[in-house]
């Protein structure tokens, strides 16, 4: 089954999934990725703090897995 990330998830938990997926987040303008707020803050919450759409980026992120799983 492919991965898949969901837009309730904890960044930090986003990130153990693949770390492919940092460049992702750092092109959305998501650079405190190593910050305690991402051990704690939703890919949602996040989204909203950074004036980003969730689901565009969960998009972005699930199609790259998708590519991964492929490989």
Known sequence: MAKQV????VIGQILQVDRGIIP???RAGMHCLGCP???MESIEDACAVHGMDVDT???EINDYLATVEEQ
């Open 37 to 39: 707020s991402s051990q």
């Open 24 to 26: 992702i987040l750092m």
């Open 57 to 59: 980026l969960v998009k």
């Open 6 to 9: 969901t837009k309730d998830m």
